[in-house]
């Protein structure tokens, strides 16, 4: 089932298996989408793995309730990207597309959500954030899941410094 569909064709674009396993290892991640005004809609993702029927895909989990800008921006066929950042190195890369699709979260995506809550609490204790508050932050009913897939097609880095803003290749190494 998919809410929003929209067909998006895979491209040729894959990540090397170190931005793979980078851009899925439990980062912080926002998504963000043009909402045709100028301005962009954007939200915090829950997670991000690469689709197992199609490696082209990335699947990056939202909420569904706070994602209604967004889900209607992809839906309306305007450019998505989405920053997976690691908060205790400022690692960062962004992932760029001109369309996406929202599909229905599955057993596979619901069953990632806590163990990438729990990543991002140890990840975030190293600025002595209490637990309780990424809990909260990151809380979603595994039923308010949604997934946005995309064929990344450009990828830059957004780790803060000289370098930030400069695209890198989908096939080297991860920021």
Known sequence: MSFFHSHVAPMDANLSPALAQFVTGHLSIHVAAGCGDGLATLV???????????SHYL????????????LAAVAGGYPVAAVFN????????????????VVAANEDDRALLGPYVRAM???LRTFDTPEPYVHTLLACAPDDLAVIRFTPRDVFGQTPGPRAGAPIAADGPAP
């Open 44 to 54: 915090r993702g829950l997670g991000a793995r690469i689709d197992p029927a199609d």
């Open 59 to 70: 699947r990056v989990l939202v909420s569904r309730s706070q994602s209604t800008g967004l």
């Open 86 to 101: 690691e908060p205790e190195s400022h690692r960062t890369v962004q992932l760029k597309a001109p369309a996406a699709e």
């Open 121 to 123: 609490a140890d990840r």
